[in-house]
């Protein structure tokens, strides 16, 4: 089974500043079907990147998304007040078929 | 665009069989998509449930696989999840939601809070 351990569990941050999050697979994830959701209380998971670094219809420019193999990073490059969320990664194609990883909150330091 | 809406039971008892519908507007259900369930149980993170494909083939989680069937009706555009022997461990919001091309979840229900509770 494929684990994905994302690092750190929160992160404390202020608007304006760079957001690191890291997500580390236990085995190399398929073709890099690698996947970054923002979830806020109350809302269905919204997709940011797909494919480990394309970003989905319209998200801004300030996220991306980078790595490979088994290590992943999403980067906020300059937080806006609405992007204090948790947020997710997944993987798609090893056993089981789908997980995420168990989430990073973003918190207004 | 497509859009996917949850509807079912809210509260159920233990030992029970949850059932829940996910609507499918805007768009052609026909194309060829996988279309699946997650829920996230009260404070924790996401669980994939499973999918269904537009011809009808389906992947579980193995840890569920046992009590889930999800199966889609393409004259009512519209899928289904149901899980049996439900537990108050099953509480959780479920989603549906559509596979993209990339095997990312593009498109979302709202989500639908189900109670298991005697």
Redesign the interface.
């Known amino acids: 089974e494929i684990v994905l351990t994302q690092s750190p569990g929160t992160l404390s941050l202020s608007a304006g500043e760079r957001a690191t999050l890291s997500c580390r697979a236990s085995q190399s994830v398929s073709n890099s079907y690698l996947a970054w959701y923002q979830k806020k209380p109350g809302q269905a998971p919204r997709l940011l990147i797909y494919g480990a670094s394309s970003r989905a219809t319209g998200i801004p420019d300030r996220f991306s998304g980078s790595g490979s193999g088994t290590d992943f990073t999403l980067t906020i490059s300059r937080l806006e007040p609405e992007d204090f969320a948790v947020y997710y990664c997944q993987q798609y194609g090893s056993s089981p078929l789908v997980t995420f990883g168990q989430g990073t909150r973003l918190e207004i330091k | 665009q497509v859009q996917l809406q949850e509807s079912g039971p809210g509260l159920l008892k233990p030992s029970g069989t949850l059932s829940l519908t996910c609507a499918v507007s805007g768009g052609s259900f026909s194309s060829s998509h996988w279309w699946?369930w997650?829920r996230q149980p009260p404070g924790k993170?996401?669980?994939?449930i499973g999918?269904v494909y537009h011809s009808g083939s389906t992947?579980y989680?193995?840890?569920l696989k046992s009590r889930v069937t999800i199966s889609l009706d393409k004259s009512k555009t519209q899928f289904s999840l149901n899980l049996s022997s439900v537990t108050a461990a099953d509480t959780a919001v479920y989603?549906c939601?559509r596979?993209?091309g990339?095997?990312?979840?593009?498109i979302?229900?709202?989500?639908t809070m189900v109670t298991v509770s005697s």
């Open positions: 699946s997650v993170g996401l669980e994939w999918e992947t989680n193995p840890a989603f939601a596979v993209s990339w095997a990312a979840f593009d979302w229900g709202q989500g």
